[in-house]
């Protein structure tokens, strides 16, 4: 089977079941294992592809965040600013 289940890298980057699933395929017969290694190799490559996109999501969602105090607290900055300069044009 050309499926790497003891590699660490795939066992720390799947779930749990997916690397059982993997071990449950290794342990059937040859030509069993043939007819599930494709299917196999998809879903693992799915789940990799998923867990990339989240991070890469979570990454988005960080910076955004961050973006968004930043731009508050420019509004806030820019709010007194004005009401500074609108107490200064009451005054003459």
Do not use: C, H, W
Not at 20 to 34: S, T
Not at 62 to 76: E, H, I, P, S, T
């Amino acid at each position: 089977m050309n499926i790497r289940l003891t590699d660490e890298t795939d066992s720390a980057s799947l779930p749990r079941e997916v690397i059982d699933l993997g071990k449950k395929i290794a342990e059937l017969p040859r030509e069993q294992q043939q007819l599930l290694e494709v299917s196999y190799s998809r879903v693992v490559e799915s789940v990799k592809r998923r867990r990339r996109i989240l991070g890469l999501i979570q990454e988005a969602l960080a910076q955004l965040r961050l973006d968004v105090k930043y731009l508050m607290f420019d509004l806030d900055i820019t709010k007194k600013e004005r009401d500074e300069l609108k107490a200064r044009l009451e005054e003459t």
